[in-house]
């Protein structure tokens, strides 16, 4: 059974308990037999497919580590803590998300990040289309390349691809990347033992679209 430190050191002493998977192997019982012989004081969890909704996990500061695969809207309004996914995840994944941080380890599914608020989206590999689909704030780093129309209706925030981009969105466009800004980004990739030295593309929302002071036609007739 693999240790969660392996996952990421972060994890080895900040462990609240085990969220038991779709592996046959890992069953309660056996989760619940290693931690009685490691001596781990957390408690062990044996729910379904939903279970990161039904325990409220995404509504307070917890590390979650996932050694596999993960399904659609993985981290789907994650407010604070970290998510560790080692593999891919499928479409979705950090829909919505507020704070905290999201990292998959392989490639993501189409709209990842979409209507993102806030909070860190990290992928090792690569993305599927409208990446960053209405993202209103938050920041998406994506290692590999990204389909077509990234950014596509953002609003604010940033997308930094460090591979290729099939097309950007409706008032989408790339701009310079700050020194400090670059530095983070690789500081924060080396913390999940990414060391490679990408070179990004920063997309950010070109701002056309802003209409926020507008007045509709009826809203002028009473004015």
């Known amino acids: 059974m693999r240790r969660l430190a392996t996952l990421d050191p972060k994890y080895t002493e900040n462990i609240a308990f085990y969220l038991v998977g779709s592996d046959p192997t890992q069953t309660v019982a056996v989760l619940e037999q290693d931690r009685q012989k490691q001596g781990y004081p957390w408690s062990v969890a044996g729910i379904g497919s939903s279970g990161l909704r039904d325990l409220h996990i995404l509504q307070q500061s917890t590390k979650i580590a996932i050694d596999g695969n993960a399904g659609w809207a993985l981290g789907d309004n994650l407010m604070a803590g970290k998510i560790t996914l080692t593999k891919d995840a499928g479409a979705s994944v950090g829909s ?9 380890g392989g490639n993501a599914g189409a709209r990842a990040g979409i209507s993102m ?37 953002m609003y604010e925030g940033a997308i930094y691809v460090g ?19 670059l530095l983070d980004i690789l500081a924060t990739l080396e913390s999940h033992g990414i060391k490679q030295r990408y070179t990004f593309t920063k997309v950010v929302s070109a701002k056309k679209l802003y209409h926020f002071d507008s007045l509709e036609r009826l809203e002028k007739t009473v004015i």
């Open 96 to 104: 919505t998300m507020r704070g905290g941080e999201l990292f998959v």
């Open 117 to 153: 608020k806030g909070g860190t989206l990290i992928v090792g590999g690569n993305a599927g289309f409208l990446t960053g689909f209405m993202m209103q704030k938050g920041r998406i780093i994506v290692c590999g390349d990204v389909g077509e129309a990234v950014g596509d209706s």
């Open 163 to 181: 591979g290729e981009i099939g097309s950007l969105g409706t008032d989408a466009k790339t701009e310079e990347i700050g020194e400090d800004e």
